[in-house]
């Protein structure tokens, strides 16, 4: 497929500038947050200002390591189960990629899937302006560090660091790519009841799959028949995309897909850290409605 062979090319071409670029350079700070240079650039993030967004856009918002691949994949197969529409050959991410994505996002017909890793306060205005629908995706925060870890480590275009002792002060204080977890947990939380906002978590479509896509379908308004519910289920769980990541991917697969477990930070936490951790979520999450969602108690404890 044309598309996807274009997505595949772009990503190649990242992945070999992230190899040319030394350690110290691989991340950019822009707005007081770091990115990553080989996929972002304050040019992609000044032409960004141009974009115009639709109200039909399919909007995908999450924090790295949150499930955003696994949702991508599930909103593509609703949108061409719904519209017989197979997604384009641009990077999806809006601050991924070259200035000029935005031109050819304007040439795309609708419904046009697009995700962001970006705070609340920077997505732009546009998405607000047009009322776009957005799916909100959060993981446990001890599971989503981990990963991120993880994440870092095998990824060329982020540095690496040393051991996860090394990794998790970082991460607590939000000295990671795309900013604190806990600083966009707590903004979202105050837009959870938001019209056009559908905030789901990871641990939730884990559990139950199916139930999750028709939850999505019914937010977004596709029209989806049971055998279509079950089939992007199915075609959608961890093990069936971490199979398929090399064809969907490319090298990059390896890196996007690793375990896809809940529960997994008990291998990795010390005592001292579960209780900062713990003190953390207290301190921004105790109470608050995305807090009881997210089952603090159920997954981290």
Request: hydrophobic share 35%.
């Amino acid at each position: 497929m044309e598309s996807r062979v274009g997505f595949l090319e772009d990503v190649k071409k990242m992945l070999q500038t992230a190899k040319d670029t030394s350690q110290d350079k691989l991340l950019f700070n822009y707005k007081g947050i770091l990115f990553p240079t080989s996929l972002c650039s304050n040019e992609t993030f000044k032409a960004m200002e141009t974009f115009e967004a639709r109200e039909d856009d399919v909007f995908l918002v999450a924090y790295p390591k949150c499930g955003s691949n696994w949702s991508l994949q599930l909103l593509h197969d609703m949108v061409l189960a719904s519209y017989n529409k197979h997604p384009s050959s641009n990077i999806p991410l809006i601050e991924f990629g070259a200035p000029t994505k935005y031109e050819k996002l304007k040439e795309e017909s609708s419904p046009r899937v697009l995700a962001t890793h970006l705070y609340y306060d920077n997505i732009p205005q546009t998405f607000l302006d047009k009322k776009t629908k957005m799916l909100v995706m959060f993981r446990n925060p001890k599971d989503t560090a981990v990963s991120l870890y993880h994440f870092y480590n095998n990824n060329p275009m982020l540095p690496s660091y040393s051991s996860w002792d090394a990794f998790f002060p970082d991460f607590i204080n939000g000295n990671v790519c795309f900013g604190s977890y806990f600083d966009q947990a707590v903004t979202w939380n105050k837009h959870i009841d938001d019209s056009g906002v559908l905030l789901m978590t990871f641990e939730e479509m884990k559990q139950d799959l199916e139930s999750s896509v028709k939850k999505i379908a019914e937010f977004f308004g596709f029209t989806l028949t049971e055998e279509q519910v079950k089939s992007i289920a199915n075609k959608g769980t961890f093990k069936n995309m971490k199979e398929k990541s090399k064809e969907t991917h490319g090298d990059f697969g390896q890196v996007v897909f690793r375990k896809g477990d809940v529960g997994d930070w008990k291998n990795y936490f010390t005592e001292d850290q579960n209780q900062e951790m713990d003190a953390k979520f207290e301190a921004c999450l105790a109470g608050t409605k995305l807090g009881e969602l997210l089952k603090y108690n159920v997954y981290c404890k």
